[in-house]
């Protein structure tokens, strides 16, 4: 069946950088997502990668796709108090059916 | 201006009664959603619809029963709530036209059940 898996969390330094992995099963996934919930907040949308890519940058965030293994990281550079979170990996298998990772607790410890 | 709104932000209710959530969006979607999230932070989608049509339900008990009165609204009822139904309502759009149908998600609404 369909999974997406994460490990549930994850502890680095402010000004370190982060990296949240997951993997995924399902094959036909044509876009992969993440997004990010702080405590109280609903999930924010921070970058998506399409699957015939390897790897997408933008600002301070890098995805890394490895189609082969199914497998998909999320670097933050240069980590920052107000990055805690819980991180959410998310693939899209097919029309409207979006699957969603356990979600990765982010501790910056200051 | 916000994207998608839910509401009410909390909502403190006894078991057996039947209450909504309502959700609006603003950005032109034709797509629209409701999760569910345990306490675990565990996020499994219930509905969808596609220009007011329900095209999926993940084995959702009916006493849940989703409402869309036009493309911009959807709205969630809940019969006979039960104590197992204390979670996180987030409300969800997306557009399944064009790259990346991304998802934007509403603030949430916790629902209580005593």
């Known amino acids: 069946g369909e999974d997406v898996e994460q490990s549930l969390f994850l502890s680095v330094r402010e000004g370190d950088s982060s990296v949240i992995n997951c993997t995924y099963t399902?094959?036909?996934?044509?876009?992969l997502y993440w997004y990010k919930q702080e405590p109280g907040a609903g999930l924010q949308l921070l970058t998506y990668?399409?699957?015939?890519?390897d790897m997408k940058q933008d600002q301070r965030l890098t995805v890394l796709l490895n189609k082969k293994d199914k497998h998909l990281s999320l670097r933050i550079a240069d980590t920052q108090t107000g990055d805690s979170a819980i991180y959410f990996c998310?693939?899209?298998?097919?029309?409207?059916?979006?699957?969603f990772g356990t979600g990765t607790r982010l501790k910056v410890l200051a | 201006d916000t994207a998608v709104s839910q509401t009410p932000k909390y909502l403190v209710t006894q078991m057996g009664n039947d209450k909504s959530i309502k959700c609006e969006q603003n950005?032109?979607?034709?797509?629209m959603y409701w999760y569910k999230q345990d306490s675990k932070k565990f996020l499994k989608i219930m509905f969808s619809?596609?220009?007011?049509?329900?095209?999926i339900n993940e084995t959702v008990p009916n006493r849940f029963s989703p409402k869309s009165p036009d493309k911009a609204h959807l709205n969630l009822h809940i019969n006979s709530l039960e104590l197992g139904d204390s979670a996180v309502y987030f409300c969800?759009?997306?557009?399944?036209?064009?790259?990346?149908?991304?998802?934007?998600f509403g603030p949430g609404t916790r629902l209580t059940v005593t």
């Open positions: 998310a693939s899209r298998p097919g029309t409207y059916k979006y699957i």
């Open positions: 399902d094959s036909s996934s044509t876009y």
């Open positions: 990668i399409f699957s015939n890519m």
């Open positions: 950005l032109g979607h034709d797509t």
């Open positions: 619809y596609n220009n007011k049509e329900l095209i």
């Open positions: 969800a759009s997306s557009q399944e036209r064009g790259l990346g149908y991304e998802q934007y």
